[in-house]
């Protein structure tokens, strides 16, 4: 069974840092694309980060420069640290894990992040 259990949410005032924890289990970490994405109230899920297996890393471009997603295959875990925070960035962070081929993709069940202002 796969879970994917993110940790490192909470309040934050702007321009403070948080960093996002993504433990994977039930996977084949090292083979799997592992991302973030994002949810604010009334929003739609919009996309974040992403590091593939191989170690390229992908950002939306309101986060370049801020965010840094890195990954450890030996503790199949996902970091997504955030600096310089918004209160724009407020939202529910997701990590997924997602290879291509087979179609397979896994959610989290998210953290929130808040940022006031």
């Known amino acids: 069974q796969v879970q994917l259990v993110e940790s490192g949410g909470g309040l934050v005032q702007a321009g403070g840092s948080l960093r996002l924890s993504c433990a994977a289990s039930g996977l084949p970490f090292s083979s799997y694309a592992m991302g973030w994405f994002r949810q604010a109230p009334g929003q739609e899920r919009e996309f974040v980060a992403r590091?593939?297996?191989?170690?390229?890393?992908f950002y939306t471009d309101s986060v370049k420069g801020r965010f840094t997603i890195s990954r450890d295959n030996a503790k199949k875990t996902v970091y997504l640290q955030m600096n310089s925070l918004k209160p724009e960035d407020t939202a529910v962070y997701y990590c997924?894990?997602?290879?291509?081929?087979?179609?397979?993709?896994?959610w989290g069940k998210g953290t929130l992040v808040t940022v006031s202002s």
């Open positions: 997924n894990a997602h290879r291509a081929a087979g179609g397979m993709d896994y």
């Open positions: 590091t593939r297996s191989g170690g390229s890393t």
